[in-house]
């Protein structure tokens, strides 16, 4: 069997996140059923993680098992060709055998945009947050600064995670203001919690709106308790920009 590593795009705006679900179309079962017709196999495509119901990725990484000998560009072209036009496979290879796109994962990387102002923009609706009004980036720039280090990130995640504990390391934070697109937030960390990032975002554009000041990002931090923290993102502004491995 050859395990075959993907990188994927995608807009999850049609979509109910990666993961299978029953009740919802999702890219996992959209891959894996094209794979199938393509191959003729059963296959169980992994990605490096979940993203949520209308969240998109620029590189979201996955792989999956095949006994099928065709050339990876073969492989590559015969996919895309089956995929919708919101979901494409911008890179194809053989991996190692005991390659996992999730566990061999080193740190991701997600993008968040918004759009502030005193109108609204149509044509990025489904991949901006529209913020109406005024927004400090140098106080989002500030109060980012806290997150960045080793913590305890419940005060951000979703109440519902399953994950065994909410410790993770933040490596880096950047802002950045694209005149005129959208701020970019980007954030990279070894893991995320579910809404970690949208957690992280809501809470600094409050800050950045002035509903908080900068001086209590630590000791929201600390409080380990969701109703501490800002309020959650919207999902469309999110994008999984880089898994490295």
């Known amino acids: 069997m ?19 679900q029953v009740n919802g179309l999702t890219i996992q079962q959209v891959l894996e059923e094209k794979i199938a017709i393509m191959t003729g196999e059963t296959v169980k495509v992994i990605g490096s ?6 969240v998109h990725a620029l590189g979201q990484v ?8 065709l050339p990876d560009i073969q492989f590559l072209k015969g996919i895309n060709s089956l995929l919708p036009r919101d979901i494409v496979v911008t890179a194809l290879q053989e991996a190692d055998p005991s390659f996992h796109a999730r566990y061999d994962a080193k740190s991701k990387v997600y993008r968040y945009q918004i759009v502030h102002g005193p109108v609204r923009p149509v044509m990025l609706r489904h991949h901006v947050w529209f913020v109406p009004g005024p927004l400090d980036v140098e106080r989002l720039r500030e109060a980012a600064f806290h997150f960045i280090g080793t913590h305890d990130f419940t005060s951000f995640c979703s109440s519902h995670s399953d994950a065994p504990d909410h410790i993770r390391t933040l490596t880096d934070i950047r802002i950045e203001t694209g005149r005129p697109g959208p701020i970019k937030i980007e954030m990279e960390a070894d893991g995320f919690l579910r809404h970690m990032v949208r957690g992280i975002v809501g809470t600094l554009v409050e800050v950045g709106r002035g509903k908080h000041p900068v001086s209590d990002m630590p000791a929201i931090l600390h409080a380990k308790d969701r109703r501490r923290g800002g309020m959650t993102a919207p999902p469309h502004g999110l994008f999984l920009k880089e898994v490295k491995y």
Do not use: P
């Open 2 to 20: 050859r395990n075959l590593k993907m990188i994927l795009e995608y807009d999850g705006s049609a979509y109910h996140g990666w993961q299978r």
């Open 49 to 54: 993680g979940r993203t949520d119901a209308g």
């Open 62 to 69: 996955a792989h999956f098992k095949t006994a099928v000998s």
